[in-house]
T-cell receptor, first 114, second 116 residues
């Protein structure tokens, strides 16, 4: 059973508009969440993270929101740019895990149209 | 070289071959990871090495054998693989805190493996 799910395999957005990528998790022990961005033929690159003690973290055009009661997080990109077109993975970690293991969602492919 | 590097970037092998994937991190981290990314499946953690000791195995088949000779290098030895093992194999590294916890993992570009 997948503990981290990204239910939308793809998302298409017009340049300049907001992109909202969603992620749900089932493990209540997760207390740290990350978003990664992946271009073809490259490894995932870290984008932004949030600890469970917060409900929002912002970095430039990227904002991550965490709703612990719903076990849901989302990544907002505004304004969206064509260079944001990539696959976005959310990942989660529990601080009682040895070795800092991350559990990843299946990814959402974002396409930003000029 | 900076960050996390992986070689080779592409590998095609037969089911009877033996090959190795190499990962090197230049970030001074103390933990390294192997992940497998198959088409239409989530990224799967295969192995974790923290301070050069294996922490998690995740029930990976024995035809995959990891080796971590030091904190900067990680290998994945492959033998008698199956076609379904064809995937992108990603290496990552992080700096583990003393109480575990979550630190950002930095990924290499991956090795695209095809098993014929």
């Amino acid at each position: 059973d997948q503990q981290v799910k990204q239910n939308s395999p793809s998302l298409s957005v017009q340049e300049g508009r907001i992109s909202i990528l969603n992620c749900d998790y089932t493990n209540s022990m997760f207390d740290y969440f990350l978003w990664y961005k992946k271009y073809p033929a490259e490894g995932p690159t870290f984008l932004i993270s949030i600890s469970s003690i917060k409900d929002k973290n912002e970095d430039g055009r990227f904002t991550v929101f965490l709703n612990k009661s719903a076990k849901h997080l989302s990544l907002h990109i505004v304004p969206s740019q064509p260079g944001d077109s990539a696959v976005y993975f959310c990942a989660a970690s529990a601080s009682n895990n040895a070795g800092n293991m991350l559990t990843f969602g299946g990814g959402t492919r974002l396409m930003v149209k000029p | 070289e900076t960050g996390v590097t992986q070689t080779p970037r592409h590998l095609v092998m037969g089911m009877t071959n033996k090959k190795s994937l190499k990962c090197e991190q230049h970030l001074g981290h103390n933990a390294m990871y192997w992940y497998k990314q198959s088409a239409k499946k989530p990224l799967e953690l295969m192995f974790v090495y923290s301070l050069e000791e294996r922490v998690e195995n995740n029930s990976v088949p024995s035809r995959f054998s990891p080796e971590c000779p030091n904190s900067s290098h990680l290998f994945l030895h492959l033998h008698t693989l199956q076609p379904e093992d064809s995937a992108l194999y990603l290496c990552a590294s992080s700096q583990d805190g003393p109480s575990g916890g979550a630190d950002t993992q930095y990924f290499g570009p991956g090795t695209r493996l095809t098993v014929l």
